[in-house]
């Protein structure tokens, strides 16, 4: 059977990190190694680490002399990886004990290099996995499985709940100054040259809300600059191809999502070059956006909303959008 290597990147993951390597030392796949890279944890994260490392061989601990992110960590551990498939699990998050298996499974049975379970969020208590088996997976051609990339919820952007033919996922695709989106950046680049996706509609990766949400808590202004450039950019390297409405559909609707994260904020003002900037955007292609195709005719509703603004718009905002993990 191959080698599955699952990458951990640790940053003073605290109380958090013995439970995800519990979870990760409980996965029903053989051959299995975890590489456990820490980013210059100050909080004992690496001694954890090490006494994993020490009493499971599966385990290994890399480290890096100060934290550059987790993508350089992930980077870093992908080069060490020495599995024929490679994941990436966050230091926080848990795995359900057959998520190796189960994506395994699913790529090799479609023959496909990528393969993507569900993720389900949590607070507090660890959740308890479902005792009900994988369902088979589902083969995303061409250009679907972008679409799904896009657009897909159950998809998602993050590199946590997927399994990667080694060299689909390569660390240049890791590298690059962005902080937010930066997993969706990858995929894109990932996903591009792919020829196509396993999808499994089956919960096998849980991720562990933070309870101080960015709802009511500051965000840098990189937040919004970052997933703007991300989104900008695939809409650019989408423009002529079978993708181009769907890309910018998407820009578009990214932007709809920002505005409102910015609304959401308990000091709006803050934020106010970033807001109006948006604004701008928004009313410049908001015809574009009323004739796109593409462009679900709910979002064109709250483009409308947006572009007119107030306060009740505001309040919509925080009563009824929710965010998509980053």
């Not at 809300?209 to 990189?222: C, I, K, V």
């Not at 604004?279 to 410049?284: P, Q, W």
Request: glycine fraction near 8%.
């Amino acid at each position: 059977m191959p080698l599955v290597s699952l990458i951990v990147p640790v940053y003073n993951a605290g109380l958090c990190l013995e439970p995800c390597l519990a979870s990760l030392a409980a996965q029903t796949h053989a051959p299995l190694e975890v590489l456990l890279v820490d980013n210059g944890s100050a909080d004992g994260s690496e001694r954890v680490c090490a006494a994993w490392a020490g009493r499971d061989g599966r385990f290994r601990l890399l480290r890096l002399e100060e934290n550059a992110g987790p993508n350089a960590a992930r980077a870093h551990g992908l080069k060490a990886a020495r599995g024929e498939w490679v994941g990436f699990v966050d230091a926080d998050d848990l795995v359900h004990p057959r998520f190796a298996e189960a994506l395994l499974a699913a790529a090799e049975g479609t023959a496909l290099p990528i393969a993507c379970c569900r993720y389900q969020p949590f607070m507090g208590a660890s959740p308890r996995p479902g005792a009900d088996g994988p369902p088979p997976a589902a083969a995303l051609a061409p250009p679907r499985h972008i679409e799904a990339l896009l657009h897909d919820q159950r998809v998602d952007y993050s590199l946590c709940n997927k399994l990667y033919r080694r060299g689909a996922l390569t660390p240049g695709m890791l590298a690059g100054p962005v902080r937010y989106n930066e997993d969706l950046l990858a995929n894109w680049q990932a996903f591009g040259p792919a020829e196509g996706l396993a999808f499994v509609n089956w919960v096998g990766y849980y991720y562990r809300q933070n309870p101080a949400s960015a709802t009511r808590h500051g965000l840098p202004p990189a937040f919004f600059a970052d997933q703007a450039a991300v989104a900008a950019r695939i809409r650019d390297e989408a423009a002529g191809g079978p993708l181009a409405a769907s890309a910018w559909a998407f820009y578009y609707e990214k932007l709809l999502y920002l505005h409102s994260m910015i609304l959401r904020q308990d000091a709006p003002d803050y934020f106010e070059r970033e807001r109006l900037g948006l604004e701008a955007e928004l009313r410049a292609r908001l015809g574009k956006a009323l004739g796109c195709g593409a462009l679900r005719p709910r979002m064109k509703l709250v483009a409308l909303l947006a572009c007119l603004g107030g306060g009740a718009y505001r309040r919509l905002c925080r009563l009824v959008l929710r965010d998509r993990q980053m």
